[in-house]
């Protein structure tokens, strides 16, 4: 069966030739079958965020091949995947427009996904739909489809862009740090539409995280990341099994640093 995400050989190079050259991919090899839930961690400058770039297709890696549903799609830009494609900052600011609307948000995400504007997409059907979708958040945004986002507070705002991703019915769901700017609370609620949200759509999911025991709890399997590569890929009941102090030890051992000694002590708190 043909991996509903494969990255073969990625390589990706920032300001090749220069003294200031990075290289921020090496060689990076990935497979992920459709329904299955990835989570990634490592140090800073590890290339998580890059490897998720390259697959949404806001950096083109310099070497390497990556396909989607088996389509090869290295050269398409990132709206050109779109279709396929659904991904969620770490800021819940990106990914939507705070000048317009709630409804007009989610007209754009269902308009991306089936090359429709605007207009054709904001439809008495559609905004039956979008209030059936947001009526199961329990937040009262169903009521409120004509604020705009700009009013919503950033839990609001990051469970608006998770009903946008579904909207989109993905092959890959990139999650890029998407619960680290919420407050512990509100990280546990969207994670909980996450999970919902992968098993809804059997979208491929890449979870980038810092937060350990979510890298644990969460998914099928983890991926440690060091110097653009690949250096751990744990799965199953091994998994699971792991405490965060191992899954710290993978990363260090690895050369990695995990500086942030209050992100770990959150994560065993949540």
């Known amino acids: 069966m043909t991996a509903a995400l494969q990255l073969d050989g990625i390589r990706l190079v920032h300001n090749p030739g220069r003294a200031d050259e990075v290289v921020a991919l090496q060689e990076l090899t990935l497979e992920v079958a459709r329904g299955e839930f990835v989570t990634v961690v490592g140090s800073n400058g590890a290339g ?3 490897a998720v770039a390259v697959v949404a297709g806001a950096a083109r890696p310099t070497r390497g091949r990556v396909r989607i549903g088996g389509r090869d ?3 398409l830009p990132a709206h050109r995947r779109a279709s396929a494609v659904a991904r969620v900052f770490d800021d819940p600011r990106t990914g939507t427009a705070p000048e317009l609307s709630i409804e007009d948000n989610l007209a754009l995400a269902a308009g ?3 090359g429709r504007g605007l207009r054709r997409a904001l439809t008495a059907r559609s905004r039956t739909r979008f209030r059936d979708e947001l009526a199961e958040l329990g937040l009262g945004l169903e009521d409120r489809l004509r604020d705009p986002v700009g009013m919503l507070s950033a839990g609001q705002r990051q469970s608006l862009t998770m009903v946008m991703a579904g909207l989109v ?7 890029d740090e998407h619960l680290a700017a919420l407050d512990p609370g509100t990280a546990a609620r969207v994670l909980r539409l996450t999970c919902a949200l992968a098993e809804r759509t059997a979208a491929a999911s890449l979870m980038i995280t810092h937060n350990m025991q979510h890298a644990i709890d969460v998914g099928d399997r983890l991926l440690v990341m060091d110097r653009g ?3 751990a890929d744990v799965g199953g009941p091994e998994k699971h099994a792991l405490t965060v102090d191992a899954v710290v030890g993978l990363i260090t051992s690895a050369g990695g640093v995990v500086g942030d000694r209050s992100l770990l002590a959150r994560a065993e708190d949540s």
């Open 48 to 50: 998580k965020s890059s």
């Open 73 to 75: 799609v290295t050269r």
């Open 112 to 114: 991306r996904a089936r």
């Open 169 to 175: 019915e993905p092959t890959v769901l990139l999650l």
């Open 229 to 231: 590569r690949v250096v």
